[in-house]
């Protein structure tokens, strides 16, 4: 039976049964009092009642905080979406609470990205709230009577265009990442477009990892999961040489992606070149094939497990095909 009290000029339902925490909700006229605690009495009793009072109390900032601490940091890839949650919970909308996030909060915001972010940061940010939502209600266990997110559509992206990087190109920037505090970005260049190396495992190479006897280099827990031992071409290890050694024995001492952002746009603004770091896979992925590389080596060498990816890193010019039909 609901108890129904008078509290400073407002109604108190108090709702007790065995098994269930107290439920309390408070009302200006007491008619809807009695009326609110005779329908949720028939839902407890039908087995049907919710207690939205989590999804209240917890805001969408907490959750993503919590799945980030508890899910993204066994991820690969935790770095980078360790930067996403902590940059999507500034925005306003995470400082609503579970219960007040609506389609329409949701829309506005996604419209907000698109006009601040590529299609593919948008698509991202979006799916880190969804994955937010789920974790709270399966694993957290609080309720949500309708998942906002399932209302909103992902951002059509565009075709993927990869770019390689001409010789002139990469000629203007070793000349002026010889020169960047980041003393070793010279070096993370030339091993991504000789050698395929990815940025992550750069970061995690070790001199323990290298044999400069034979060239080549073995690199851990990579993004594929599994080890994988590359070859090093001679400039690669000549950079690697120059490099002073490290406490840690990091080839390329520092963990945080944003850093590296950092010096690496910086590069970009010094010799106006428009390339991403990750365009140094394309470069050498492309160039391997025009040099007569099989393709079992080039996915060997870079660490492609699907023909299909590697694929979209290959882009052979018009010009070099017509000189092999001569």
Aim: aromatic share 10%; proline share 3%; hydrophobic share 35%.
């Amino acid at each position: 039976m609901a108890t129904i009290r008078k509290i400073r000029n407002k109604w108190q339902v108090l709702i007790r049964k065995y098994n269930l925490k107290p439920i309390y909700k408070t009302f200006i006229l007491k008619e809807d009092a009695v009326k609110w605690s005779r329908e949720t009495e028939v839902k407890i009793e039908q087995g049907l009642y919710k207690d939205l009072t989590p999804a209240r109390s917890t805001t969408l900032k907490e959750v993503l905080i919590q799945y980030r601490d508890t899910v993204s940091i066994h991820k690969k890839g935790y770095e980078i979406e360790k930067y996403k949650i902590n940059k999507l919970s500034k925005y306003p909308i995470s400082n609503n609470t579970i219960a007040d996030l609506s389609a329409l909060k949701l829309s506005e915001f996604k419209e907000y990205l698109i006009k601040n972010y590529s299609a593919g940061s948008v698509n991202k940010y979006l799916t880190l709230i969804s994955l937010a939502l789920n974790y709270a209600e399966r694993i957290l266990g609080i309720y949500i009577p309708n998942n906002p997110m399932r209302y909103i559509d992902r951002v059509k992206e565009p075709e993927f265009k990869g770019q390689t990087i001409e010789p002139e190109e990469e000629a203007l920037l070793l000349k002026y990442a010889e020169h960047s505090k980041l003393k070793w970005l010279k070096a993370a260049i030339i091993m991504g477009i000789d050698c395929g190396v990815r940025r992550g495992e750069l970061l995690k190479l070790k001199y323990s990892d290298i044999d400069f006897t034979r060239n080549t280099a073995l690199l851990r827990d990579t993004k594929n999961g599994s080890n994988r031992e590359i070859g090093l071409s001679h400039r690669a290890i000549q950079e690697i040489r120059k490099l002073p050694i490290s406490i840690s024995g990091d080839v390329f001492p520092i963990k945080r992606y944003d850093t590296f952002n950092f010096y690496f746009n910086q590069l970009q603004k010094k010799t106006g070149i428009n390339k991403r770091f990750h365009d140094c896979r394309h470069t050498f992925a492309s160039r391997k094939t025009t040099q007569g590389w099989l393709i079992t080596e080039i996915a060997q060498q870079g660490g492609w497990k699907q023909l299909q990816v590697l694929k979209r890193y290959t882009h052979i010019k018009a010009e070099y095909l017509a000189k092999k039909l001569k």
